[in-house]
């Protein structure tokens, strides 16, 4: 039977790991029985069943654990199809927007039994966002492009993925004091070569690179693959700038320090607080 609002579940499954740390940050993470592989925050995360990745799910694994509520992204249609067949209670949240983030904590809260900690975590959020989009609201507005993804340590830049105009980060970027370098709005991660960056000449250039594979050859060898490019503007004043931390990829709770890293990036002029 579907439970209502404040329902006391006491097995919850997520299948996503923005998910995952909405509920560690509700105080639920007891709850949780199961993740998937790439739900590895916070560390107790890593504790839980594995219940595999997105396009591998094991349902055997979730019927298993028998759980009494599962969380899934509305792009997880499969899943949903599988979860509805074992006849348990489901959530779908949406993670495309800053306001589907909040939402999502919102919702899950109110699902879960935990609407005062979902109010007071989406308080805080919307208190930092503001004290972001305050003190950058009179700047300047430099071009920023955002790479997240690309093959690094090389020496040379290849094809790179990034942030269209249309995206969690592009909205980031315009509340953190910048302008999206890339004005379309599709596709939502257009891959640009060389040439293509070179006609964009950004200001400011954040290269999230995640993952020890990826790192190995360490932060300058990364930053040297941008030297084939060095007639943009970024490089030529060195605003280059790795982000190595996974919050910059998790559309979650934490997307709110990415947020206030990046504003610090785009305006160092501003002498932000501490806090």
Same mark, same amino acid.
């Given at each position: 039977?579907?439970?209502?609002? %404040?329902?006391?579940?006491?097995?919850?499954?997520?299948?996503?790991?923005?998910?995952? @740390?909405?509920?560690?940050?509700?105080?639920?993470?007891? +709850?949780?029985?199961?993740?998937?592989?790439?739900?590895? #925050?916070?560390?107790?995360?890593?504790? +839980?069943?594995?219940?595999?990745?997105?396009?591998?799910?094991?349902? &055997?694994?979730?019927?298993?654990? &028998? !759980?009494?509520?599962?969380?899934?992204?509305? @792009?997880?249609?499969?899943?949903?199809?599988?979860?509805?067949?074992?006849?348990?209670?489901?959530?779908?949240?949406?993670?495309?927007?800053?306001?589907?983030?909040?939402?999502?904590?919102?919702?899950? $809260?109110? +699902?879960?039994?935990?609407?005062?900690?979902?109010?007071?975590?989406?308080?805080?959020?919307?208190?930092?966002?503001?004290?972001?989009?305050?003190?950058?609201?009179?700047? $300047?507005?430099?071009?920023?492009?955002? *790479?997240?993804?690309?093959?690094?340590?090389?020496?040379?830049?290849?094809?790179?993925?990034?942030?269209? %105009?249309?995206?969690?980060?592009?909205?980031?970027?315009?509340?953190?004091?910048?302008?999206?370098?890339? @004005?379309?709005?599709?596709?939502?991660?257009?891959?640009?070569?060389?040439?293509?960056?070179?006609?964009?000449?950004?200001?400011?250039?954040?290269?999230?690179?995640?993952?020890?594979?990826?790192?190995?050859?360490?932060?300058?060898?990364?930053?040297?693959?941008?030297?084939?490019? *060095?007639?943009?503007?970024?490089?030529?004043?060195?605003?280059?700038?790795?982000?190595?931390?996974?919050?910059?990829?998790?559309?979650?709770?934490? #997307?709110?320090? #990415?947020? @206030?890293?990046?504003?610090?990036?785009?305006? !160092?002029?501003?002498?932000? *607080?501490?806090?």
């Amino acid at each position: 039977m579907v439970r209502t609002e %404040n329902a006391a579940y006491e097995r919850i499954v997520s299948l996503s790991p923005s998910t995952t @740390e909405i509920l560690f940050d509700l105080g639920l993470g007891c +709850k949780v029985v199961g993740v998937t592989r790439f739900c590895t #925050f916070p560390p107790e995360a890593k504790s +839980k069943a594995d219940v595999g990745g997105y396009i591998d799910t094991n349902y &055997e694994a979730i019927a298993l654990l &028998e !759980p009494d509520l599962v969380i899934i992204l509305p @792009e997880m249609e499969k899943a949903g199809k599988y979860i509805s067949e074992l006849d348990i209670d489901m959530l779908t949240v949406d993670n495309k927007t800053i306001k589907d983030i909040l939402d999502s904590i919102e919702t899950i $809260a109110r +699902k879960c039994g935990a609407r005062e900690k979902g109010d007071s975590l989406v308080g805080t959020i919307k208190t930092r966002m503001k004290r972001i989009s305050d003190r950058t609201g009179g700047m $300047a507005r430099p071009r920023v492009m955002i *790479s997240v993804g690309r093959e690094t340590g090389t020496g040379t830049l290849g094809a790179v993925y990034i942030a269209g %105009n249309n995206t969690l980060y592009s909205e980031m970027i315009s509340i953190a004091g910048g302008t999206n370098a890339y @004005e379309r709005t599709y596709p939502a991660y257009p891959m640009l070569s060389a040439e293509g960056i070179i006609y964009l000449d950004p200001q400011v250039i954040i290269d999230v690179v995640i993952g020890s594979d990826t790192l190995a050859p360490g932060e300058n060898a990364v930053k040297e693959d941008w030297n084939s490019v *060095s007639a943009v503007d970024a490089i030529e004043k060195g605003r280059l700038y790795v982000i190595t931390d996974h919050y910059a990829v998790i559309p979650g709770p934490r #997307f709110i320090l #990415f947020l @206030e890293r990046l504003a610090r990036l785009i305006h !160092p002029e501003i002498e932000w *607080s501490p806090d």
